[in-house]
């Protein structure tokens, strides 16, 4: 089944990639004007096409992002990462109690004061280093 679906989108880049092609060679048609002087991105802030869809683009990341994130805060997830797998998030992680909670909050307390301290000793080594008088 996935071997199947890796082939559907194989096929599918392949036509994308001879669309644009015959589109360029017989057609003469290419997306950015041959007569813009100055770098791509002068040429491409130039094309009313291509800033539509730089717009469009920035609109949808932002409805994306206006929507998921909430969501996910609120049913306890977080994004991990995003990738060729897709949106990958935390699972469901609530605490069994307030107490728990609590006791999570004291260890990290801990584990910050410590990192604290170890922090302050580098720097004091380093200072000592670099000033040897």
Known sequence: MAEA???RREYWAGFAT??????????RWWPVPQEVEGSFLDAVVQDPVMVGALRLTIFA???YALAS????VVGGRWARSVGTAGFVADEAQVPASVEEADRTIANLRVVVSRLLRERDELLSLME???NPD
């Open 5 to 7: 679906k890796r082939r």
């Open 18 to 27: 001879v669309m644009a092609a015959t589109a360029v060679l017989f057609f």
């Open 61 to 63: 990341g932002t409805l």
């Open 69 to 72: 994130i909430p969501a996910l």
């Open 128 to 130: 000592a280093e670099t």
